[in-house]
């Protein structure tokens, strides 16, 4: 992989297209799931899964509630998601993190960032269904959804940077763009957000 992919992949994930624009991987537009290969040698394999499972119960957290809420009882670490997609991808999982950004067309996306510097995940549900108001940016979300893994071609990568940096002013120029990326994003079914942690 070039030296530059890795972290121009993960500046990326906060920048999904918006609003299921044409800039959006097919995959993500027509609602289908990527094809997602089995985890290469050099990707840890998952613990055992009654290790890692998230359960499902009842679970009571203060906020706004958007969606059908939160019910997993453990976080996956923004920063353990974006180093092993593939170990996520298809998954129902439960993330948490400061609101560092909020779609500014229809409100369908909010990005939560990680613990790490530049690592964000994009939380995106349709038009309509969840609509986070501006409001909640800076404040605290926990939030729940699948893990969907979207490859794109070169010549997606690059017209989606070309979006992004139309769109929202994103510091992104398709020319500097060599190799085809990925993006790694949260479908999401349900979400908390609270002013504090």
């Given amino acids: 992989m070039h030296r530059f992919a890795k972290p121009f992949v993960y500046s990326l994930l906060l920048l999904t297209a918006a609003c299921g624009s044409k800039s959006e991987p097919r995959s993500a ?38 969606g059908g809420g939160v019910d997993l009882a453990q976080s996956v670490a923004v920063s353990d998601l974006l180093a092993n997609p593939d170990l996520y991808a298809g998954q129902s999982v439960r993330i948490e993190g400061v609101v560092s950004g909020v779609c500014p067309k229809r409100g369908c996306w909010i990005d939560i960032a990680g613990n790490q510097p530049g690592q964000q995940v994009r939380f995106k549900v349709r038009d309509g269904v969840m609509v986070f ?12 959804g699948v893990v969907r893994k979207m490859p ?6 690059k017209n989606y940077a070309a979006y992004q940096a ?15 990326i990925t993006l790694v994003r949260l479908d999401g079914t349900g979400a908390v957000i609270r002013s504090q942690p």
């Fill in 133 to 144: 108001p501006m409001a909640e940016n800076g404040k605290y979300a926990v939030a729940q």
């Fill in 152 to 157: 794109m071609t070169l010549e997606e990568s």
């Fill in 29 to 66: 537009q027509s609602g289908g799931s990527p094809e997602v290969s089995a985890p290469a040698a050099a990707v840890p394999q998952a613990p055992n899964s009654a290790e890692t499972t998230p359960t499902a119960v009842e679970v009571k957290l203060e906020g706004t509630v958007y």
């Fill in 166 to 180: 139309r769109e929202y002013g994103a510091d992104m120029d398709p020319a500097k763009i060599t190799e085809p």
